[in-house]
């Protein structure tokens, strides 16, 4: 891996002189050994020539040339080059050389004055050289110095940097030539054929209709084809009959399900704050999970997506109207993206440290989701491998300060946006105090009823404590238990009993007071129906149109504030003199609209090109660039430039619509083409890096799940609301329930991070501690367990095996049955005689000696018992597992 | 008990065929990876002591706070940290006693830990970053304060993999009621790869989740299917060349969950020991036996190969927020002799000098009271012990201030308590790296960590 440029080097060496202060946080022991090496001033081996550039620069370009620079020159000083502090500013010259205690420069870090008080001071070493440099005469390193330029350009990033592919727009390439004409259905196979060719390879046969049934099936709908669906495809032998089929599936309601789900995983989608024992639940998180669902089904244009995911709350005055629109709250909810970090914060502990984190992991969020830029690594120092800048860093950061203020913090249950209008709210509060007027009213009443009679049973009781202490009694009686002294206690114990009664003993004393308390207790319950509440919508919004103000946050602790700095996007991913403008709205600051308008700017260099390639991974496996949330130097180049910004320019092109990318991918060859071995083909490129074969895949945790269930006939298709619980059992696994409820489709399972649902993170659904921009695939032994011996797998095993038998009477039938149902096609000869082979053996060991003799209905029954355990063998093969 | 799949019979269907004969491979790293340097240490087995252990009732006699019993805290302390809510010092009403030839003074509620004080390393000067159970867990577990790394436990099966194909390079004994705080996320994989996650092998019932099926089945069934499964993937695999070693190796998976069946089920039957060593771990007599059984069976586990046993106290027992004495008695009293009688048979067995053994909580306790009689979370200064696998025994390293407070000579961070036991498994902690989003990560993240070589042998 390389570094990008010298600059990098610099500042980490700078980091080492000065003390860490960007660069990798050194330790203060390893500072001391540092200083011990040094060879003091005064020592007898003279120290080595100090001169400006080498060794006052570093020192002052991070302490000082924020308010003494290019970009301000606070006092008329700038201390860039010597001859300008010779020259100095309104207090006449800095610099006396060979005069240390006559030069301001030295005088100002010397009695801290400079930097400002809030700033940390100079340490005894840098001061130390500065006045060296000075004493020795201020020497510069070279014979003469460059002049001051009065703008200079903002030299963190630089125009060369911006050259790096990934930071460039993508530009729409010429459609290459190929000779294998009739292979290309669109454009994507005349990319990847001209890449094959030149390599001598070409495309794999068209796969089976059966076998492209099931695969489309899974991978747009997540989902296996009905004994009805295989019928009608089979029947339909026009020549669209696959482009139809691609058509009714994006159509389906399903396939929002199964491509939401997608993007919760990008965006880091969980129901629970994490952290903490108690990982708090998040139980209005639903509402953003189905928005993502609607989103994905209707085929909200990719650009709105995000402006509404960025900022709904700021695409209009929300606050305004006098309704609340249903687009409105659609756009409200959606902000719900920029909530799905784990958040410890509770109302009584927000601690800087969490709240920093909570920033931190958002723009991770952000800017893996559509930056493709490793932003995160610029939080501490300078980024190492990429031209981000610290200061990037925070104008990023500053974007979401109007909401996420670490002074005004809330918490993750307080941050929530009222479903109401003001106008709403008022009434709806005005009506809810006076039902709570009306409640307090009739306790009030019931607790004098029942106060009353206590009273007249404790007077009636009072005669049976002595005269002496009674007095005392009652004064210790009044007390509350826990602040009674050692005398009270014991009065109370010795003499209470007798006097003090329960709400029983005064029921049984006053026949009828139970009936009239339960007739207040019932007005009171009644009364309380009537609250309304106001629904609570868990979103972002701005908390006014005051944002806090950001700072560079040295080493990135929040206690070492540096300069502040505007609202901003990483300055690689722009033009030079691109500033983000925000507008404010009445009680929002706009910051996030800007960022938004900044991200779908048709021209952005990543926005588009990270989606397509996302999409690409989701249906052939990997993607163009493998590296999906890094297009940076540290990231893989693509495979195919020229594909991939085709991709991306079309995507735009055709409205930044997902369902028509979705059509492009899976109609193509590539996708059509046989997952099929190819020996000749493989000794070419024997990883299929080109594309020469369909990759095959393991089924998702979610979609194994649900394909189990589709198969065992309960599947609950249910959509959208509250999360499906679920709950960790004796055994220790996290299951939901087996009923209608628990049953449904995966995406709507509870996201809990502290329980992850057994099944599925066996079979790798992620665990979500930030996001999940690509998801592992792991072979591992548990796996084998979970299918064959967990109760879910058995369960549904048996159902399955309930169905086989219910469908046919015959043995064939039911194998071609169950083959249809679990494998989308018919079951090869050597298939049929296993199973056949098995269910035989089977019978023969379950009836033993009676084998010859057993009545028909007998060996019938016997087979019959054989189903369960061939359904629950069907699950556990790969033919199950993997999609071809 | 019935059997899900037969270990010999799927083992000997796997061995017929020419593609499995060497499949002896994937799914657990078994034997590829290389330590830096010769480790002198092969497992280790970590006694984690959730909840915070008080070091001043247990390692670290401190006279002075006893002298000055019930007075204010200092007020050159309580500038440092607030404290305010707290009442005044409280000293330790247990006896410290010198044990072994090294004279180490021990408390009188651990005396059977004291009788092992010749092979004990004890550390008097650990310090960690946060007073909270959750962060301070994150920090000794995964080396910083902040949720979702992987512990240094997966890190070690990330870097050395397992010596044993049949088990888990990292098992966790946990007490199967009861949690510690943050739960499973304790011996989280984080963002390496899930298979080095800890795996918790229970001490009742089957080891393993679903090791066994839920209606057990007969052998003869438990084959018939086996066999099924195994022709109807042979004839999938072979239109399915293309992603041969993704099939193979789920194959394999199969094959070692049946291994898994046998070899884990075996390893914790504890039935197989003499009545002499169960008697050494306190297995007999119920206040100790459920820890016990635990340090017995991490003894047979990294005897079996597994690389990272980490047991856990039920839930956060040294938590002594009140009744510090008594409640700091009581769980001594469970684990003290189980934990010495693990040093003991490791020693005998010929087995510590190749296990690192590391007793050790999140954070100490405070010299202060709480409440009266309790003692409130603690990080600036707290006690730690390391034993077997390269640690030179009998000596106490490191000391906190004179109320037992600040941790002032020799401090020990927790990054060098990580560089050290990574050190003595053959591991330079700079280099057992995971690349991950641009940076290479790594356990001691960018803490100049210090490997304690003084504590080494």
Known sequence: MTCCGDRYRRILWWAAIIGGSVGTPLSKELLAQDAAKTPAPAAVSSPPALNFEDDVVPVLEVRCFQCHGAETRKAGLDLRRRFSILKGGDSGTALVPGKPDESLLVEMVVKKEMPPKEEDPLDARQIDLLRRWVASGAPIKGKGESPLETAEADNLVSDKDRQFWAFQPPIRPQIPAVKDLHRVRNPIDAFLLS??????????????????????????TGLPPTLEEIDAFLADESADAYERLVGRLLDSPQYGERWGRHWLDVVGYAESDGYLDADRERPEAWRYRDYVIRAFQNDKPYDQFIREQIAGDELQDWRGPKELSNELVDQLVATGFLRTASDPTYPGYKEKPEIYKVLADTMQIVGSTFLGVTIQCARCHEH????????????????????????????????????ATDAEQAAINAHNKAVAERVSALQAESNRLLGDHRDKVFHEKVPQVPAAVREMLKAALLIPAEKRNEEQKKLVAEHAPGVVIDDNAVFARFADLKKEIEKLQAAIAAESALTRPITQLRGLVDLDDKPAETFVLRRGDFNNKGRGVAPGVPAVLAASDFRLQPAPLPRSSGRRRAFADWLTDPKHPTTARLQVNRLWAWHFGKGIVETLDDYGHAGKLPMHPELLDWLATEFVAQGYRQKAMHRLMVTSTAYRQASTFDPARAAIDGENLWLWAFRPARHEGEVLRDAVLAAAGKLNRQMFGPAVPVARQPDGSVTSADDANGNRRSVYLQVRRSQPVTLMESFDTPKMEINCTRRTEAIVATQALTLLNSPFMETNARALAGR??????????????????????????????????????????QLGDKLATAAP????????????????????TNAFLFVD | MGTGLTGVALASLLADDPLCADSSLPANDVHGLKP????????????????????????????????????????????????????????????????????????????????????????????????????????MHTGLTVAGRPAIGAWASYALGSENRDLPAYVVLRNDAALPVDGIRNWSSGWLPPRHQGVHLRNAGTP???????????????????????????????????????????????????RMQVSATEALDLAQETQETQELYGINDPKTAPYARRCLMARRLVERGVRYVQIFVEGQRWDTHSDNANATKAISTETDKPAAGLVKDLKRRGLLDSTLVVWGGEFGRTPVSQGGNGRDHHKQGFSLWLAGGGIRGGQAWGATDELGYHAVENRVKVADLHATILHLLGLDHRRVNYHLRGRDERLTDVYDAKILTPLLA
């Not at chain 1, 979401?400 to 929530?416: H, T, V």
């Not at chain 1, 064939?812 to 035989?840: C, G, M, N, Y």
């Not at chain 2, 809510?85 to 509620?109: D, N, R, V, W």
């Open chain 2, 208 to 258: 393993v989740l679903y090791l066994a099926p839920s209606t057990p089945v007969t052998p003869d069934v438990a084959r018939l299917r086996t066999e099924l499964m195994t022709s109807l993937n042979n004839e999938h695999r072979a239109g399915h060349r293309l992603i041969d070693p993704q099939l193979e190796a789920r194959i394999a998976s199969y094959e070692l969950a049946a």
């Open chain 2, 36 to 139: 830096h340097h010769k480790p002198q240490a092969r497992a280790v087995i970590q006694l984690f002591q959730h909840g915070g252990p008080s070091h001043m009732d247990l390692f670290d006699p401190k006279p002075e706070l006893n002298k000055r019993d019930g007075q204010p805290m200092p007020k050159y302390f309580t500038d440092l940290v607030a404290i305010s809510a707290h009442g005044g010092l409280m000293g330790t009403p247990f006896k410290f006693a010198p044990a072994g030839q090294c004279g180490i003074e021990y408390s009188e509620i651990i005396p059977h830990t004291a009788t092992c004080a010749d092979d004990i390393a004890v550390v008097r000067s650990m310090y960690t970053e946060h007073n909270n159970h959750e962060q301070a867990l994150w920090m």
């Open chain 1, 857 to 876: 209905a007998e060996r019938q029954a016997a087979e019959d018992a054989a189903w369960p355990h061939a359904a629950l063998s069907l699950f556990n």
């Open chain 1, 384 to 419: 190492k491998l990429e031209p981000i800048s610290q200061r990037d860093y925070y104008q990023l950061q500053a974007v979401f300060a109007g909401a996420y203020d670490p002074n005004r913090w809330l918490a993750s249950g307080e941050r929530m946006i009222p479903l």
């Open chain 1, 804 to 845: 086989i038998i219910q469908a046919a009477p015959g043995r064939a039938e039911r194998i071609l049955f169950a083959w249809k149902l679990l494998f989308t096609r018919e079951p090869t000869e050597t298939e049929r005689q296993a199973l056949s082979t098995f269910l035989d053996s089977f019978v023969a060991v």
């Open chain 1, 195 to 220: 890449k094959l060719e030149a390599s001598g390879l070409s495309f794999n046969p068209d796969a089976s209709k059966l076998v492209l049934m099931r695969r489309v099936s899974f991978d747009l």
